[in-house]
């Protein structure tokens, strides 16, 4: 049972344009969520996170939108750059600091000039 | 000056194989995660050690056995390895006492022949 999932496997935007990229989460008790993003035989590094007791978390060019009734998260990146080509994972946390993350598959972000 | 560090990067050995991946970080961080990212990429936690002591074991194997000597290092060995076994395996590590940010390694690609 996938508790987070990113439907699009691939995204393609133009350098300069605004990437969206959207995750859902079914279950009602994860309040903490982030987003990771991954190059090429490395690991995942942290982008940004938020809170279920926010709607937006801002951080330079990256922005996160948390949708709570519609269990909705999204990542906004404006403008983009060449440089964000990677695959971006959603992950979700429960109540406690010892939860676990919980991941979705990715989607694969490519930005062209 | 690397956070997370891992070895080997890649390690491709026979089914009914041991072997062993090592992780070390050097964050001052309490708690340690290994992660297994299978061939449909989902990004998995098996283990999480607080302190050296163990806090999730998710339902792995018990030819899985994670072990750390200090809570800069922790270790997966992994008996009479089999074909499903072939995956990356990620170590991160977090303050839990500060966020839910965790912070990866490089990944072990390992392939089971």
């Known amino acids: 049972d996938q508790q987070v999932k990113q439907n699009s496997p691939s995204l393609s935007v133009q350098e300069g344009r605004i990437s969206i990229l959207n995750c859902d989460y079914t279950?009602?008790?994860?309040?903490?969520f982030l987003w990771y993003k991954k190059y090429p035989a490395e690991g995942p590094t942290f982008l940004i996170s938020?809170?279920?007791?926010?709607d937006k978390n801002e951080d330079g060019r990256f922005t996160v939108f948390l949708n709570k009734s519609a269990k909705h998260l999204s990542l906004h990146i404006v403008p983009s750059q060449p440089g964000d080509s990677a695959v971006y994972f959603c992950a979700a946390s429960g109540a406690y600091n010892t939860d676990k993350l919980i991941f979705g598959t990715g989607t694969r972000l490519q930005v062209f000039p | 000056d690397t956070a997370v560090s891992q070895t080997p990067k890649y390690l491709v050995t026979q089914m009914g194989n041991d072997k062993s991946i090592k992780c070390e970080q050097n964050?001052?961080?309490?708690?340690m995660y290994w992660y297994k990212q299978d061939s449909k990429k989902f990004l998995k936690i098996m283990f999480s050690?607080?302190?050296?002591?163990?806090?999730i074991n998710e339902t792995v194997p018990n030819r899985f056995s994670p072990k750390s000597p200090d809570k800069a290092h922790l270790n997966l060995h992994i008996n009479s390895l089999e074909l499903g076994d072939s995956a990356v395996y990620f170590c991160?590590?977090?303050?839990?006492?500060?966020?839910?940010?965790?912070?990866f390694g490089p990944g072990t690609r390992l392939t089971v022949t």
């Open positions: 050690y607080n302190n050296k002591e163990l806090i």
């Open positions: 938020i809170s279920s007791i926010k």
């Open positions: 991160a590590s977090s303050q839990l006492t500060l966020s839910y940010e965790q912070y």
């Open positions: 964050l001052g961080h309490d708690t």
């Open positions: 279950n009602s008790m994860f309040d903490y």
